[in-house]
């Protein structure tokens, strides 16, 4: 598996940009599936979860052409085969759940493993099952596995009892093709929800209120093809601004949306960064020496991304004075700590909180990512600590962002990557 070695102490300079969306990109690629016309989609990143995606609709039987230099992706899905993916893909990303709602849509029986425990919680699927249960789709769990099938869904109420990105995804689409009116209250209110409703809309589907915690669909008989472009990795985004306050450096991140990062820009501010918006779609981000210790809650959106916050952790490892971390969205994402204390950094978890007590400086270190955002946090302490940094199973950060290290190498970052051990399948994180 690849490795970075990371020499630390340089602080970043100059432009960079950023890449479509991995997770507005994951549902969309989905939702090709509840037309048997051909999706286009551009600004698609190249990403390992990319790849595993388009590997799950080829298993399904879609033809799909996708142009990594152009991030140009077409799928044809046709009738579709009978609808069970290939099992060892779907458990290796839990994302590829997304095809259940589009396949039940177009009332294929449908055969998938259920996500099993992964790096960063349990994370069921129970309110998934449960909002496409009120539609009419009947489950069963056997050896491991969700069965479900339907004859034909029908809208319904349906209130979700935490407002999970991916059954609010799952619920919308399969509501496009129902009979009726869904209201799904509670609903995830996150910009890629958006996305993906316009993506839907533009095939003909009448989806209304994405973006709010009430969405409305209407079901219509059939949806058509589309081209539609993907928004703005605000999570990818929002790592390389921390990796220019994390250096002490001075970077102008083009190709983001500052309002879907509100909480970020936020909480940078009131740590002494400097922030500044400049342009519609730019913003630059700078530290003159350390940050102050912030306090943080993870949330829901609009609150602070539960995918920021292991990166913020390193930044926080480096400010003056003691920040409080908690995270409740999932119930295992401190697993970069290890990492971070063994670099020098003093954190103490506590169930899900962690005390962070700032240090003038952290020591280069071979550590091991834990999971995706972990890779990047760890990667980030990497480019900020003193000396040499081994980031082992790097495979993790190329699930979710593309070719990071050499963006970071064109800001002036010393980073090499060297490939060591063959290459393994990594399981799912987010
Ligand atoms: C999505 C994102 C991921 C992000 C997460 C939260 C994608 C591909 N991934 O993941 O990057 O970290 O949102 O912003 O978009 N839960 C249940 N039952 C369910 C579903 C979820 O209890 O049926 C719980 C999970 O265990 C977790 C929490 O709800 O604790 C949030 O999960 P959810 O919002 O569903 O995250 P994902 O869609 O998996």
């Known amino acids: 598996m690849d490795q970075l070695l990371i020499q630390g102490g340089i602080p970043l300079r100059g432009k960079v940009r950023v890449n479509g969306s991995k997770n507005a990109c994951l549902p969309i690629i989905a939702a090709a599936l509840l037309t048997n016309e051909n999706t286009i989609i551009e600004g698609v990143p190249d990403l390992l979860d990319v790849r595993t995606m388009i590997a799950v609709l080829e298993g399904l039987g879609a033809a ?59 994370r069921p699927v129970d309110l998934h099952l449960k909002g496409l249960t009120a539609m009419g789709a009947q489950f069963s769990i056997i050896n491991g596995c969700v069965e479900g099938h339907t004859t034909g869904l029908q809208g319904a109420g349906v209130y979700l009892d935490f407002p999970s990105v991916g059954a609010t995804e799952n619920i919308i689409m399969a509501a496009t093709l129902a009979r009726g009116t869904t209201i799904l209250d509670n609903a995830a209110t996150e910009p890629e929800i958006v996305d993906l409703a316009n993506c839907l809309n533009s095939m003909g589907a009448q989806v209304v209120g ?29 790592t390389l601004l921390l990796a220019s306050v994390i250096t002490g450096g001075d970077v102008i991140v083009e190709n983001i949306l500052p309002d879907h990062l509100k909480s970020l820009l936020a909480k940078l501010t009131e740590a002494g960064a400097i922030i ?23 949330m829901p959106y609009p609150g602070f991304s539960t995918d920021l916050q292991p990166q913020f952790m390193a930044l926080m490892a480096l ?39 700032g240090r003038p400086y952290l020591t280069g270190a071979p ?64």
């Open 276 to 298: 500044e918006e400049v342009g519609p779609t730019a913003v630059r981000a700078a530290a003159n020496g350390r940050t102050d210790a912030v306090d943080l809650k993870t």
């Open 64 to 122: 799909v052409d996708y142009c990594q230099e152009q991030g140009l992706l077409r799928i044809a899905p046709g009738e579709l085969s009978p609808a069970a993916p290939p099992a060892d893909l779907v458990s290796r990303m839990r994302a590829s759940f997304l095809v259940l709602g589009p396949l039940l849509a177009r009332k294929k029986p449908v055969r998938l493993p259920l996500p099993g425990g992964c790096a960063i919680g349990t």
């Open 319 to 357: 400010s003056d004075g003691t920040s409080t971390v908690i995270e409740t969205v999932f119930e295992n994402r401190f697993r970069h700590v290890e990492g971070l204390n063994s670099m020098g950094a003093q954190i103490q978890v506590e169930g899900r909180q962690a005390i962070v007590q």
């Open 210 to 238: 994405a973006g709010t915690s009430r969405v409305r669909i209407e079901g219509v008989p059939g949806l058509g093809g589309t081209r539609h472009t993907i928004i703005p990795d605000r999570i990818e985004a929002g």
């Open 367 to 430: 550590v091991v990512a834990p999971d995706l955002r972990g890779a990047a946090a760890l990667l980030l302490a990497g480019l900020a600590a003193q000396g040499e940094t081994e980031l082992l199973s790097v495979r993790h950060l190329w699930r979710g962002y593309s070719r990071l290290e050499e963006r970071l190498v064109s800001l002036g970052a010393q980073i090499k990557r060297i490939a060591k051990e063959p290459e393994q399948a990594v399981r799912t994180g987010s």
